[in-house]
Every structure is written in C-alpha cells, then in structure tokens.
Nanobody, 120 residues
Framework: QVQLVESGGGLVQPGGSLRLSCAASGFTFSNYAVSWYRQAPGKERELVAG????????SYADSVKGRFTISRDNARNTVYLQMNSLKPEDTAVYYC?????????????WGQGTQVTVSS
C-alpha cells in the first residue's frame, strides 16, 4: 500500500521555525523526485520546493527562497522541509508529493497534508 505521511505541522509565531517530515512507504522512494506544495484557504495549491530522485539540486518558490530548505534521506524513505523565519503568509496546508516519469507515463503520490499556522 502506497503511503506518504506528513508530520511536523502546527502553530508557530512569526519568525519561528518548523520542520516538516514526509515518510514514504509502498514504493521505491529513491526513484521518485519529491516536492512540497502548499494550499492556503481560497488559493490554489502552489509548489514550494522540489528535489530530484538522486538528491543534489533543489528548487524553491521565490516566496520561500533563503528561508526554506528541502532535503531527503533515501535510506529512511523520508523527505523534509525545514522552514525558518516563518511569516503569517506561510500559513497553509502543506503536502508532500513524489513523482516519477517514464516513457509515456507519469506516476505520482500525495500525502494527506499537514496544517501550518503562523500567528502571534
């Protein structure tokens, strides 16, 4: 059974930090690129950060560059999102995604989401 399970969300004051985790099971995690998305109330889901299957290069939305860091541990089948200097506008449900492309197909999986609320 394929699962992506996020954890680490919660309520934090502006300027604070959180570390999200996403544990994968049921598929070969190391073959998949991973990303974090978020969706705020009334807004579309947006890409926050991404990393290829082999790790290394990362990409970030302009709004989180310099504050968020994505990383992965293929031995633990886990992807992380370290979030520093949090702002109220970072409030959203955060989702992890794993995707793999092949000849003529795309296969991707989603977690159930974890709420992050930045408020004083």
């Amino acid at each position: 059974q394929v699962q992506l399970v996020e954890s680490g969300g919660g309520l934090v004051q502006p300027g604070g930090s959180l570390r999200l985790s996403c544990a994968a099971s049921g598929f070969t995690f190391s073959n998949y690129a991973v990303s974090w998305y978020r969706q705020a109330p009334g807004k579309e889901r947006e890409l926050v950060a991404g990393m290829p299957s082999a790790g290394g290069s990362t990409s970030y939305a302009d709004s989180v560059k310099g504050r968020f860091t994505i990383s992965r541990d293929n031995a633990r089948n886990t992807v992380y999102l370290q979030m520093n200097s949090l702002k109220p506008e970072d409030t959203a449900v955060y989702y992890c995604n794993a995707v793999r492309y092949g000849l003529g197909y795309r296969r991707d999986y989603w977690g159930q989401g974890t709420q992050v609320t930045v408020s004083s």
